[in-house]
């Protein structure tokens, strides 16, 4: 049972346009949302988080989205680079994520330059 | 001087061997994971130790044997290998679990790839 999914395995974008990465989740019971990036041979590192009780947050060249209503969030990267070039995986927790992360399978982003 | 570090970073044995995989974090987090990394590229909790004590253990096989000396390490051993235990193995930690506020996830190892033959 995948509560957590990423429907698009690979999506690939032209360096300097919006990368959108899209992440469904089924546990009404998730309060807290994270991406990471991973580059291969390499752990996954720590991109941005969002808490329920927000539906955006922004640092940088990165945005995320949350619509608690349709489970839903979303990652905005503009512009995009070529080092963004990696997979990128969504994680959800409950407790504010205090408890155990669950992730989605990841979707690899390809920029072009 | 890595945050996360397990060692080895690959590992290749036969079927019915027994290893171990070793993790170390130099971060001074309380709590400390086992994630596997399958062929689906699907990233699923083992483990789970907060300051020495097993506090999530999912429905993974008893061959499968965390040990935590200290809160700095999380060990893995892995008993009577079989062809389906080859995958990516992720050691992480994160703050203390039992904290508030912002939370910024895990800090990750770069992962054991095993590989059973």
């Known amino acids: 049972d995948q509560q957590v999914k990423q429907n698009s395995p690979s999506l690939s974008v032209q360096e300097g346009r919006i990368s959108i990465l899209n992440c469904d989740y089924t546990n009404s019971m998730f309060d807290y949302f994270l991406w990471y990036k991973k580059y291969p041979a390499e752990g996954p590192t720590f991109l941005i988080s969002i808490s329920s009780i927000k539906d955006k947050n922004e640092d940088g060249r990165f945005t995320v989205f949350l619509n608690k209503s349709a489970k839903h969030l979303s990652l905005h990267i503009v512009p995009s680079q070529p080092g963004d070039s990696a997979v990128y995986f969504c994680a959800a927790s409950v407790n504010f994520g205090n408890e155990k992360l669950t992730f989605g399978t990841g979707t690899r982003l390809t920029i072009i330059p | 001087d890595t945050a996360v570090s397990q060692t080895p970073k690959y590992l290749v044995t036969q079927m019915g061997n027994d290893k171990s995989i070793k993790c170390e974090q130099n971060l001074g987090h309380d709590t400390m994971y086992w994630y596997k990394q399958d062929s689906k590229k699907f990233l699923k909790i083992m483990f789970s130790?907060?300051?020495?004590?097993?506090?999530i253990n999912e429905t993974v096989p008893n061959r499968f044997s965390p040990k935590s000396p200290d809160k700095a390490h999380l060990n893995l051993h892995i008993n009577s290998l079989e062809l389906g235990d080859s995958a990516v193995y992720f050691c992480?930690?994160?703050?203390?679990?039992?904290?508030?506020?912002?939370?910024?996830?895990?800090?990750f190892g770069s992962g054991t790839r095993l590989t059973v033959v």
């Open positions: 992480a930690s994160s703050q203390d679990w039992t904290s508030g506020g912002q939370n910024y996830g895990y800090t």
């Open positions: 130790y907060n300051n020495k004590e097993l506090i």
